[in-house]
């Protein structure tokens, strides 16, 4: 089975958007957000992370939290 590319890390990782899977790779909950709306907080699963946000923090630390949000 084809997986469906997360909209954070862009890395195939989901069984299919919007469907509430938590990518392996970065963390996303992909919740159906989407670039349209990439820069809004939808708050929920992704907390007070915009796509955005999570974006820029998988290019630097490679998982969408903020350093100070990681898990030691």
Known sequence: MQQAICPCC?????EKR???DICKVCKWQDDG???PHA?????G????YSLTEARKNFKTYRIMFRE???EN
Do not use: A, I, K, M
């Not at 862009?10 to 989901?14: E, H, M, S, V």
């Not at 699963?45 to 007070?48: L, T």
């Open 10 to 14: 862009r890395f195939p990782t989901l």
């Open 68 to 70: 100070s949000d990681r």
């Open 45 to 48: 699963p992704n907390f007070d």
């Open 39 to 43: 820069d809004e907080v939808w708050g």
């Open 18 to 20: 919007g469907n509430d």
């Open 33 to 35: 957000q989407d670039d």
